[in-house]
């Protein structure tokens, strides 16, 4: 077994790329500084054995905290038994039968947000497309109303300029401050709708039931917070899918000549350009991975990119390849964390990116205008300028 020499992750993206390709599977960074996992069946395997390896990493919230809303209704730092209650009451109402009844309305909010940008020459892409379409898809399936879709669309680009290095000061007051503005709108919301409920997700929570339970209102309304921050991962992948195809012309060709191909390519993009780059956990237990013993009570630096580019599964892992015939990637996770909404955002992005293709002859990303994140963060951008070369309408 090779020991590599440890140095911190770069920020900037194309380093940070070299630095994952050259870190052995498993390995311990000196002093406090935890464990790492890159190598794919590692990785899977980390995630796999939630027995063992904590998703609990966040510190419980006093009554008093800005982020109380993400206390009780969030899975994504919760562990079994609570989880899989949660995640099974969830699920009642969340099906993806549901998710593909949501087609007609996904399509409609695409072509509504895709009209007021045909003819224009460039777009601010995220603030005026990918970001609107995400929040807009997830609050009328919450069936929330316009003026609070609103609220969540300010709430979510406040959330994902945290990861943006060149943003202004102040963020992290920012996210604070709507988030007690979202979670005091959001238990009013409830409280509507248990009152009168209709058709939406949001009644669905409040029905759903198993073995005489059912959600209370602090958890509906941190799971309703939780599917509108996370689902805005949806828009992280419609940048990168923009960034990746506009360094790869002949895979853009290749789309509006074989549209059968969409579905590979958002999943090469997902592989490629992981929009998460690492998740955290914590061992609970001593547990051995690649062959390294990691004691109990050590935090645990798990890296989807790296795992998404591991020689080892994926053959020429570095290379953008829309036809790979063999591409079990993680961007969505494994185990029981699996993102509960992936159905959803890979509807959403199938059809925005479908209509973007048919709607154009051309598009490019300006750089200038592009503000990329911190990739050891998440691979994506808070902003991205697309110039665009329009067809003539039929």
């Known amino acids: 077994m090779t020991t590599s020499v440890w140095t911190p992750p770069p920020a900037d993206e194309a380093e940070l790329t070299d630095w994952l390709r050259a870190r052995d599977p498993v390995t311990r960074a000196p002093g406090n500084g935890g464990w790492h996992v890159f190598g794919y069946p590692e990785v899977k395997e980390v995630l796999a054995q939630h027995g063992a390896f904590s998703n609990a990493v966040v510190r419980p919230m006093s009554d008093d905290s800005p982020m109380r809303l993400y206390r009780t209704g969030n899975l994504t730092w919760?562990?079994?038994?609570?989880?899989r209650n949660l995640r099974g009451l969830v699920s009642q109402a969340f099906t993806p039968r549901w998710v593909a009844g949501l087609e007609p309305m996904v399509r409609e909010?695409?072509?509504?947000?895709?009209?007021?940008?045909?003819?224009?020459?460039?777009?601010?892409?995220?603030?005026e497309f990918a970001s609107p379409v995400?929040?807009?898809?997830?609050?009328?399936?919450?069936?929330?109303?316009?003026?609070?879709?609103?609220?969540?669309?300010?709430?979510?680009?406040?959330?994902?300029?945290?990861?943006?290095?060149?943003?202004?000061?102040?963020?992290?007051?920012?996210?604070?401050?709507?988030?007690?503005?979202?979670?005091?709108?959001?238990?009013?919301f409830v409280a509507q709708r248990r009152a009168a409920p209709t058709d939406d997700l949001t009644s669905k929570l409040i029905a759903a039931e198993?073995?005489?339970?059912?959600?209370?209102?602090?958890e509906i309304a941190g799971l309703v917070a939780l599917l509108m921050s996370t689902g805005q991962a949806?828009?992280?992948t419609l940048v990168n899918a923009m960034i990746v195809l506009g360094r790869h012309p002949e895979?853009?060709?290749?789309?509006?000549?074989?549209?059968?191909?969409?579905?590979?390519?958002?999943?090469?993009v997902m592989r490629y350009r992981s929009e998460t780059t690492r998740v955290e956990r914590r061992t609970v237990r001593d547990v051995v991975i690649g062959g390294h013993e990691i004691p109990a009570g050590q935090s645990v630096s798990v890296w989807i990119a790296a795992a998404n580019r591991?020689?080892?599964?994926?053959?020429?892992?570095?290379?953008?390849?829309?036809?790979?015939?063999?591409?079990?990637?993680?961007?969505?996770?494994?185990?029981?964390?699996?993102?509960?909404?992936?159905?959803?955002?890979?509807?959403?992005?199938?059809?925005?990116?479908?209509?973007?293709?048919?709607?154009?002859?051309?598009?490019?990303?300006?750089?200038?205008?592009?503000?990329?994140?911190?990739?050891?963060?998440m691979f994506g951008a808070s902003e991205a300028t697309v110039r665009f070369t329009w067809k003539e309408k039929q």
């Not at 919760?78 to 989880?83: A, E, L, S, T, V």
């Not at 198993?210 to 602090?218: F, N, P, S």
């Open 78 to 83: 919760m562990d079994p038994p609570r989880h």
């Open 109 to 127: 909010t695409v072509e509504t947000l895709l009209a007021g940008l045909r003819g224009r020459p460039e777009a601010a892409y995220v603030r």
């Open 134 to 188: 995400v929040a807009t898809v997830i609050a009328r399936m919450l069936g929330i109303p316009d003026k609070g879709q609103q609220l969540f669309q300010q709430w979510s680009r406040s959330l994902l300029a945290l990861a943006d290095p060149s943003a202004e000061g102040n963020g992290l007051q920012k996210v604070l401050t709507l988030t007690q503005v979202a979670e005091a709108y959001l238990h009013r």
């Open 210 to 218: 198993i073995d005489g339970e059912r959600l209370g209102d602090d």
């Open 234 to 236: 949806a828009t992280i």
């Open 251 to 268: 895979a853009v060709a290749a789309l509006r000549a074989r549209p059968e191909l969409l579905d590979s390519a958002i999943d090469e």
């Open 310 to 377: 591991d020689p080892r599964v994926f053959e020429n892992p570095h290379v953008f390849d829309i036809e790979r015939s063999h591409n079990p990637h993680i961007a969505f996770g494994h185990g029981i964390h699996y993102c509960l909404g992936a159905p959803l955002a890979r509807l959403e992005i199938r059809i925005a990116l479908r209509e973007l293709l048919d709607s154009t002859l051309d598009f490019a990303i300006d750089p200038a205008g592009t503000r990329l994140l911190d990739p050891r963060l």
